[in-house]
């Protein structure tokens, strides 16, 4: 069965760090991209961007490429989503979700199939 | 950056009735790319349909989607207790990948 499990949650003040993790399990880790988007309190979903564990290329949402680092440890099957200083505006839910690639004849899907619990981030200023 | 507009915002419905969701996209996306999410309040997104039209594992027949180039749906044929949600479309094809705003589906 697969299954994404998210640390817990964190209550942080401006200004420090963090980093929050996602652990896979029941599938090969390496080799499916997996992604973290993010939900900001009463606000829809963002996409925040992808890794591919195995050779660790990432790609970033260009508006929040600046405030977060996205990096995976294949060897404990575990992508993280890291900031150097928060800011209250970073208060929300993160959630991972990993990427299912199908190629089947003239078609290529691409979607997010397995979700983490999600990890709440509180920041005070 | 491709924009999906989601219409309505809102939709105000009974159970039993047929719910109608809009998802518009600023540029042609491959309806390969095309995805649709439920999320109750408090929970982790479902996804319900990829590739535009294909159900995902699990979830019922009355919920379908179609569409493509610019312009997708969602239907629920009958409405349950349990599919009053917000729904969002969101396309893999460009990066970055974009959601819609979302459209809360109401009793």
Known sequence: EVQLVQSGAEVKKAGESLEISCEGSGYSFSTFWIGWVRQLPGKGLEWIGIIYPDDSDTRYNPSLQDQVTISADKSISTAYLRWSSLKASDTGMYFCARVRSVIVPRRHFVYHDYWGQGTLVSVSS | ?107
Not at chain 2, 53 to 63: E, H, V
Not at chain 2, 81 to 93: H, K, R, T
């Open chain 2, 1 to 107: 950056e491709i924009v999906l507009t989601q219409s309505p915002g809102t939709l105000s419905l009974s159970p039993g009735e047929r719910a109608t969701l809009y998802c518009r996209a600023s540029q042609s996306v491959s309806s390969s790319s095309l995805a649709w999410f439920q999320q109750k309040s408090g929970q982790t997104p479902r996804l319900l349909i990829y590739g535009a039209s294909s159900r995902a594992t699990g979830i019922p027949d009355r919920f379908s989607g179609s569409g493509s180039g610019t312009d997708f749906t969602l239907t629920i044929s009958r409405l349950e207790p349990e599919d009053f949600a917000v729904y969002y479309c969101q396309q893999c094809e460009r990066s970055p990948w974009t959601f819609g705003q979302g459209t809360k589906v109401e009793i």
